[in-house]
């Protein structure tokens, strides 16, 4: 199972950017998608985790402004990001928990300027 991760870029204070992953491979048995973020130097954090029977949690920092949505038949995860700010810049990992396994995506970029 392979997960890539989209969606990354540049945007200013208060934009909005949308991430994506799809899982490739014989990703069956998903049980949670979810999001996870790294600054450099620091330990990687999770964002936001949707469950397959929908439990959806988000970080403090990002209640209100992000929203992670699955869609459990093409094996992807989206995380829409709203209002962001400086301090949400790092390094956007997927991570599915599967029966077969843990995958991690590659990570994706996000650099928002003040």
């Known amino acids: 199972v392979q997960l890539q991760a989209s969606g990354g870029g540049m945007v200013q204070s208060g934009g909005s950017l949308r991430l994506s992953c799809a899982a490739s491979g014989r990703a069956s048995g998903i049980y949670v998608m979810a999001w996870y973020r790294q600054v450099a130097g620091e330990q990687r954090k999770l964002v936001a985790s949707i469950a397959n029977g929908g439990n959806i949690l988000y970080d403090d920092s990002v209640q209100g402004r992000f929203h992670i949505s699955r869609n459990s038949a093409l094996n992807s995860v989206f995380l829409q990001m709203d209002s962001l700010k400086p301090e949400d810049t790092a390094v956007y990992f997927c991570?599915?928990?599967?029966?077969?396994?843990?995958?991690w995506g590659r990570g994706t970029l996000v650099t928002v300027s003040s």
């Open positions: 991570h599915f928990n599967t029966a077969r396994g843990v995958y």
